[in-house]
């Protein structure tokens, strides 16, 4: 029991002594930043700080208002222990004086925010107060000759400390209290000195900042390197291409970019980019599967309205079988980094490329201006040439236009991602297309837009057949595809349409013509592969048969 009371009175003692410690102040400089594929960012600093011996605080400015603290990391050398650490966003406090406002006004301002900053320290000492209570808690009473304490003792020892927590953290809510009002006071003479001042001198508000705020205890003094580190959510990229295409050769090169933004509230300067395409933000967990039960389900009766869907203007009308959305439209504001443009700059000879089992970094070995506006950066990575095959494509069903299409072969060696792509042809803007690469198929294909030179018309001809015997109706529609070659280069065209599928047993779908086609049953799409020389016509046909109770309707198929 001598010894606990002993060690308290230490304890009090050294916490009466904590208020005379120094209290250093210095910046951070931001080295690195490595964004992440979608959002987040971990953002590397370091500071040059010159330590007294002993216990101080350290105030380390110019750090992100946002970091999950956390994920923080601090390297520091041996001689130099780092206690404890926390994150605030401070506002410097700057009142400009207007002629005709009272100087006492601007005095009690600063008077008040000394106070503040009193009640703050109390605050943080009666904290500290707390954790070393605690931990003489935890030390004390789970020893191993803690059975040497009779049980009169330990609930002595039990009230005496709560009564001391209890005492101290009522201090606590009263200083917590004091400083509300405090600050309500500002507020009101901020007030009154924006009312004095509004036709005469505006009050900017200054730009609040991050700071570190870390307890060290150092063997000695001198100046001493500071590196830390920390994931931000409040910045990101995504992928963005250009895709330039020369008819003359048919060559065609692939630019690899990113479109960066962040709103951490530090402006990036001058700072070398690790572009990752890892998400942290994703969970590593596997999935785990849970029984899936089977039970009757009774229908509610509704009304089915269907409409058909056109794909966006730059890309190729797709069949139901993979009408699967890719529209990814970014509103992102393209702002070119200032750096220096000239045709002999490459970044890709600053570029290296690091790939793990998991992701691909792309370390950029160059100085980078990212203000914290929100605003998106367009950040060159790096540049391809490929060889594609070049194919048409149309849907005459859905739209009368040919597409051209360039199918990549082993582009799973080109670490893409997601994201749109700039079509240009001959230097020429043609418009936008996307680049998907979450397919399990061996050739990527890429719609480079649509071909005017190819002329393309489908119709219904009108000697289609309908009958009635007995109780059911048999009818035969035949569809005449004519498509022409105006160029004056010989295409290979992949032209695809459709027959409808019979979901019920009722109704009898019987293809009656496919003109040669590749048959997809499951789907009913049909395919035919044609090569056009310049100036050739070809005419495709096609019939079906439908045979379905009379007195019944089916949906309208043309």
């Not at 705020?213 to 994931?231: E, H, K, R, T």
């Amino acid at each position: 029991m001598k010894k606990i009371m002993i060690a308290v009175a230490i304890l009090f003692a050294f916490t009466a002594n904590a208020q005379k410690k120094d209290t250093i102040y210095a910046a951070a400089s931001l080295n690195k930043a490595t964004v992440y594929y979608g959002y987040g960012a971990d953002l590397q600093h370091s500071s040059k700080v010159n330590l007294v011996n002993g216990m101080q605080e350290l105030i380390i400015d110019n750090v992100s208002l946002y970091p999950d603290i956390n994920t923080l990391q601090i390297s520091c050398p041996e001689n130099v222990t780092i206690l404890s650490y926390q994150h605030r966003i401070f506002t410097k406090p700057t009142l400009p004086k207007p002629p005709t406002a009272p100087s006492k006004m601007y005095d009690t301002i600063k008077l008040l925010q000394k106070q503040i900053g009193g009640i703050n320290n109390e605050i943080n000492i009666n904290d500290d107060q707390i954790r070393r209570i605690e931990s003489l808690i935890v030390n004390n009473f789970t020893t191993p000759d803690k059975k040497n304490i009779s049980s009169d003792e330990l609930v002595k020892l039990t009230t005496f400390y709560t009564d001391k927590i209890k005492n101290i953290k009522q201090r606590i809510f009263d200083l917590q209290e004091k400083r509300t009002d405090i600050n309500n006071k500002i507020i009101e003479l901020n007030a009154r000195l924006n009312q004095l001042a509004e036709a005469e001198i505006p009050i900017v508000q200054p730009k609040p900042t991050g700071q570190l705020i870390l307890q060290v205890m150092s063997a000695a003094p001198g100046m001493v390197n500071f590196d830390f580190n920390y994931f931000t959510r409040n910045a990101g990229w995504t992928p963005t291409y250009d895709i330039r295409v020369k008819s003359i050769d048919n060559s065609f090169k692939i630019v690899y970019k990113a479109l960066l933004t962040q709103t951490t509230g530090l402006n990036w300067n001058g700072i070398k980019l690790n572009l990752s395409t890892s998400n942290p933000n994703q969970g590593n967990t596997i999935p785990l599967l849970s029984p899936l039960y089977v039970q009757l389900y009774a229908p509610i009766i509704y009304n089915a309205v269907t409409t058909t869907g056109y794909a966006a203007a730059s890309r190729v009308p797709m069949m139901q079988e993979d009408m699967i959305s890719k529209d990814n439209e970014s509103n992102f504001v393209m702002t070119k980094k200032a750096l220096n443009n000239n045709n002999t700059f490459d970044v890709a000879d600053h570029l290296t490329l690091k790939e793990s089992q998991l992701n691909t970094n792309f370390e950029i070995n160059l100085p980078y201006d990212i203000p914290s506006d929100g605003a998106a950066y367009s950040v060159n990575i790096k540049e391809e040439k490929i060889l594609v095959n070049y194919q048409h494509i149309a849907i005459p069903k859905l739209d009368n236009d040919a597409f051209l299409i360039a199918q990549i072969d082993r582009w799973d060696s080109l670490s893409l991602l997601p994201g749109q792509a700039n079509i240009i042809m001959d230097n020429v803007y043609l418009g936008k297309s996307y680049l998907d690469p979450n397919t399990t198929e061996d050739t990527l294909s890429l719609s480079l837009g649509r071909d005017k030179r190819i002329a393309i018309d489908r119709k219904l001809l009108k000697d289609y057949k309908s009958t009635k015997r007995g109780e059911f109706k048999t009818e035969v529609f035949t569809y005449e595809i004519t498509i022409k070659n105006n160029k004056k280069q010989a295409v290979d065209m992949n032209v695809k349409d459709q027959y409808p599928i019979s979901q019920t047993k009722e109704v009898e779908v019987l293809l009656t013509e496919d003109d040669q086609a590749n048959i997809n049953t499951e789907t009913g799409i049909l395919n035919w592969n044609i090569h056009l020389k310049p100036g050739e016509s070809k005419k495709i046909r096609f019939s079906y048969q439908l045979k379905y109770p009379k007195n019944k309707l089916i949906q309208e198929l043309r």
